[in-house]
């Protein structure tokens, strides 16, 4: 008897807290997805509202994580999501931020990518295009820019990179097995900052490289930001200290010195540690 050849279940992951219009517009490209995954869960924290949003699309779930209160549980989220994506039968995750259009053969190629090299230890990251403000998103092709400080090989080529730091969580793929085999983001980790840098050491620490996807392109619809993103400051800083209690450097440097630069925080050698100035 000749065995067929199925494709791997493929289910997207998108963890959400508010960025309502987002999330309805991230949707709408899941929907258009010449190849779209088997199923699409989101995670909702303390958002209630994300239930109504999410209602009219098909092969999509809203899990909740309560109690989030004053700092997101950002990696408790995306556990749970992963965790709710296995116990349906997922072969492959693919993690999705709330800001992040999929193109439309995000999923082909990241399904492709995992088909042939499923067997490594790989990270799938695909480019990423931050978009201006009032975008049409009718046509993301024309508006295809990906971020230059990461790889944008052509579409169905896989890059593989040693260079860990560069992972980011916005896009991402990864098969079930290799997931286990990471264990998940850690939890301690609450609020804004550091804990996808976290998982990309956890990856490290088992033998993983990054795979950069071509072809597998997200679209980042603007919102405003600060830079620094002084309004974290607090998240910022709790995180930092505990990646530096767990793998021996700081991590989001640039922030650490950019607000060590207005003041806010200062370093002291002598307890290696920073501390805070701002009332």
């Avoid at 995306?78 to 997922?90: H, P, S």
């Avoid at 990423?128 to 400080?149: G, I, K, R």
């Avoid at 992972?167 to 900052?193: C, K």
Wanted: glycine letters at 8%; aromatic letters at 10%.
């Amino acid at each position: 008897m000749t065995s067929v050849c199925r494709p791997p279940k493929i289910v997207a992951i998108t963890i959400v807290s508010g960025r309502h219009d987002h999330l309805a517009r991230q949707l709408d490209g899941v929907r258009a997805a010449t190849t779209p995954p088997a199923e699409h869960i989101i995670v909702a924290m303390d958002d209630a509202a994300v239930h109504d949003i999410a209602a009219p699309y098909p092969s999509t779930r809203v899990v909740d994580v309560e109690g989030a209160g004053k700092h997101l549980p950002l990696a408790q989220a995306r556990n749970l999501g992963a965790q709710t994506a296995i116990d349906a039968g997922a072969e492959q995750l693919i993690f999705l931020d709330v800001d992040c259009v999929p193109g439309p053969a995000l999923f082909r190629w990241y399904g492709a990518a995992a088909d042939r090299t499923g067997g490594e230890r790989l990270l799938y990251c695909g480019p990423v295009t931050y978009l201006p403000p009032q975008a049409d998103l009718s046509d993301l092709e024309a508006l295809t820019n990906p971020h230059a400080a990461r790889p944008n090989p052509a579409a169905g080529d896989i890059v593989r990179d040693d260079e860990m730091t560069l992972f980011w969580s916005l896009s991402f793929a990864l098969t079930v097995a290799n997931w286990q085999l990471i264990g998940g983001f850690e939890t301690t980790y609450e609020g804004y900052g550091g804990e996808d840098t976290d998982f990309a050491m956890s990856a490290a620490a088992n033998d993983f490289r990054i795979a950069w996807v071509g072809g597998a392109h997200a679209y980042h619809q603007y919102h405003p930001v600060s830079s620094p993103p002084v309004e974290h400051l607090d998240d910022i800083l709790r995180n930092a200290r505990i990646f530096h209690a767990r793998w021996g450097w700081w991590p989001m440097q640039g922030w650490l010195d950019a607000f060590r630069d207005q003041g806010l925080i200062a370093f002291d050698a002598g307890s290696d540690d920073w501390i805070t100035r701002h009332p």
